[in-house]
């Protein structure tokens, strides 16, 4: 199938102005459209009908919901288009970003930073009171151990007094005796052995059990002799009773270990945190934060972090935190309300100001808009009043100077439209002359590119269907430019259809269109011709060369070019027998993956700003390097076009440039 490419060209028509024809075309001519009609489909006859086929119910629940992100998206920037058309819409909305955004941005900084801080001083609260736990615990024990008598049943008897004191602010105390590393008694829960890392006098701390899953608990430990005392208190909320008295901080729950069996650190949140429950959540209000003290293993006393979940209000805990009457979270309300008041006073203030300077600015960018629009519509009396004098009045002498300036420049263009009109004219036959459809032959795919330079050339090229398995491929220059090279190519289209019925010998129908053309073009002009005629049924290509660029294969078995020149004559130059005597015609297998460039010197000859020529050589380099990759026709023309504009550079287009490529698949 040819798919031909035509540069520079209008677009294929032009936005519809009624919302059905738009719809229309969308729905019946468009992929995307299809798609989201046969998703519609499907999903209401699994609604309303019956269930669908497994899997593609959820298909069209996804192609639905995508599509309507995608109509949500396109609706919003419509809508972002027709809000912000007015600069000065955009002015106050850039204004309103400018002030605001920092504004919100320091006020969430400023209350992410109360929060780290005030979840600081909690955790700081709280990992002290687990210290004088600890130390309270300590004391006791090397209180009570000191006292105790030499017998075991006495001293156990003796043991309960010291320990009566420590119940009635930890009820869930719990105690272990041992001697001579024996034990002798210990409450429920309380540990049966003295670890060996554990030396005399004693600790006391924090103490995490071997099982990551079971909380921590305070103990202390006093060696005094051959006996051991162990003292003991669950985290758990009764710990924290008074500190939530005294503080606000609720205790939530105890983690896991920050470290797992592997020794990487890990943070496990307990299901206590992640799921609160309604009672706890109207009890304690606030911010949660984990408090991490510092814990060891009962095992082997190695050192960890055990963290801690609390809730609190950091204004309350501010409010206990004052020492006497002074109240710092009032003040600090007051002090950030004061803050606040002023900021906004500033911002109102500002922000009228800015509403003023941005009337003054889009008042006088709207009068040009005016002046612009009567200018379009052909009043190029109409002034624009200047009344500031800064940059934009300014402007507005400008664009009166433009006005006054833009008849005589319309007389100029007059001149040079009736100066072009022959140029514009001769395009048009051009152009006219190209394929205007696609040709297919079975096993072939082509590729056609005319890109016209700024001054009409007599490049030509065309294809014609000569069967259902052949078609005739043409490429032709004619010398000279503008309206004379356009109707020699007009003359050489009507010929060539012609001869190309009456003569299947490509050698042939350039000899007889040498004698046609010879005896009427002027003896200055002439045309060079490549014609070839490609039979796929025979899985051949004849072809002659009339003075024309040559023709460039790339072998698909060796990936290497080579270059296809049969001697000729150029159309029109000699009218007698010495054409016939040098023209020659040739032919060549066409195997698949081969490839066939038609070309004329446009592509060759592309000179850049150092006057140096692009060259056949470049140009072969290009088709190896690209084909060799996998890629089309389509794209090879792309990257042959692309390699030659990088060449050129800023050099401009001197000639036209025409290829056709031939695919054998």
């Not at 901080?249 to 020794?263: K, P, T, Y």
């Not at 002034?383 to 507005?396: E, F, P, T, Y």
């Not at 330079?453 to 005739?472: C, Q």
Request: hydrophobic letters at 45%; a neutral charge; proline letters at 6%.
């Amino acid at each position: 199938m040819a798919r031909l490419r035509f540069l520079p060209g209008p677009p294929d028509g032009g936005p519809a102005h009624a919302l059905g024809a738009r719809l229309k075309r969308f729905f019946l001519d468009r992929w995307a459209g299809r798609v989201l009609v046969a998703a519609a489909v499907v999903y209401a006859a699994d609604r309303a009908v019956a269930p669908v086929p497994c899997g593609l119910d959820v298909l069209s629940r996804v192609v639905l919901v995508l599509y309507c992100a995608w109509g949500l998206a396109r609706l919003g920037r419509y809508l972002v288009r027709r809000l912000l058309w007015r600069i000065r819409t955009k002015l106050l909305v850039s204004y309103l970003f400018i002030a605001v955004v920092p504004l919100v941005l320091l006020f969430v900084l400023f209350m992410l930073a109360g929060v780290l801080f005030s979840g600081l001083v909690a955790s700081h609260i709280v990992a002290t009171d687990v210290d004088r736990t600890a130390e309270v615990l300590r004391t006791t024990a090397e209180g009570a151990l000191a006292g105790l008598p030499p017998d075991d049943a006495t001293a156990l008897a003796v043991l309960e007094r010291p320990l009566q004191r420590v119940r009635t602010l930890h009820p869930d105390l719990g105690y272990a005796l041992w001697r001579r590393g024996q034990l002798v008694a210990a409450s429920p829960g309380a540990p049966v052995t003295v670890p060996s890392w554990m030396e005399p006098p004693g600790w006391a701390g924090l103490v995490r059990e071997s099982q990551p899953d079971e909380p921590p608990s305070v103990r202390a430990v006093s060696i005094r002799g051959d006996r051991a005392l162990l003292l003991q208190v669950p985290v758990d909320e009764r710990l924290f009773a008074s500190l939530e008295q005294r503080m606000g901080i609720h205790f939530v729950s105890a983690g896991a270990s920050l470290r797992n069996e592997h020794g990487d650190v890990q943070i496990h949140v307990p299901d206590a945190v992640r799921k609160r429950t309604s009672t706890d959540q109207k009890r304690v209000s606030g911010i949660s934060f984990p408090a991490t003290p510092e814990a060891r293993r009962w095992s082997d006393g190695g050192a960890e972090l055990a963290p801690m979940f609390f809730h609190f209000q950091p204004y309350e805990l501010m409010r206990r935190l004052s020492p006497g009457t002074l109240n710092m979270g009032d003040l600090l309300v007051k002090a950030l309300a004061g803050v606040a008041v002023v900021f906004l006073i500033m911002y109102v203030v500002a922000l009228l100001l800015g509403l003023v300077l941005a009337r003054s600015i889009t008042g006088s960018i709207h009068e040009l808009y005016r002046g612009t629009e009567r200018l379009r519509q052909g009043d190029f009396a109409n002034r624009i009043r200047v009344q500031s004098r800064d940059q934009l009045g300014d402007l507005a002498e400008s664009f009166n100077v433009m006005a006054a300036s833009m008849q005589g420049l319309l007389m100029e263009q007059a001149e040079k439209q009736r100066l072009e009109e022959e140029l514009r004219i001769a395009r048009q036959i051009q152009m006219s002359l190209l394929p205007q459809g696609t040709v297919s032959l079975p096993g072939l795919r082509v590729s056609a590119l005319c890109l016209p330079a700024a001054e009409v050339g007599g490049d030509y090229y065309d294809l014609l269907p000569l069967s259902p398995t052949r078609m005739g491929v043409l490429v032709a220059d004619v010398s000279g430019k503008g309206t004379s090279a356009a109707l020699y190519m007009a003359e050489l289209k009507g010929l060539v259809l012609s001869l190309s019925r009456i003569y299947d010998s490509p050698a042939r129908l350039l000899s007889e269109a040498n004698r046609i053309l010879a005896a009427n073009m002027d003896p200055r002009s002439f045309v060079t011709m490549t014609y070839a005629v490609v039979d796929t049924a025979a899985a051949t290509m004849r072809y002659a060369r009339a003075g024309h660029n040559p023709i460039i294969q790339l072998e698909a078995r060796t990936g290497r070019t080579s270059v296809l020149t049969p001697p000729g004559l150029g159309l029109g130059i000699d009218p007698g027998a010495r054409f016939d005597e040098i023209l020659e015609e040739a032919e060549v297998p066409l195997r698949s993956g081969d490839l066939f460039l038609f070309f004329t010197d446009g592509l060759s000859e592309a000179m850049n700003v150092r006057a140096e020529l692009f060259g056949e050589r470049r140009l072969r380099d290009v088709i190896e390097s690209v084909d060799g990759s996998g890629e089309d026709e389509d794209v090879l023309r792309d990257r042959i076009l692309a390699e030659i504009r990088t060449f050129v550079g800023e050099a401009a287009q001197h000639d036209d440039m025409t290829m056709v490529i031939l695919k054998v698949v």
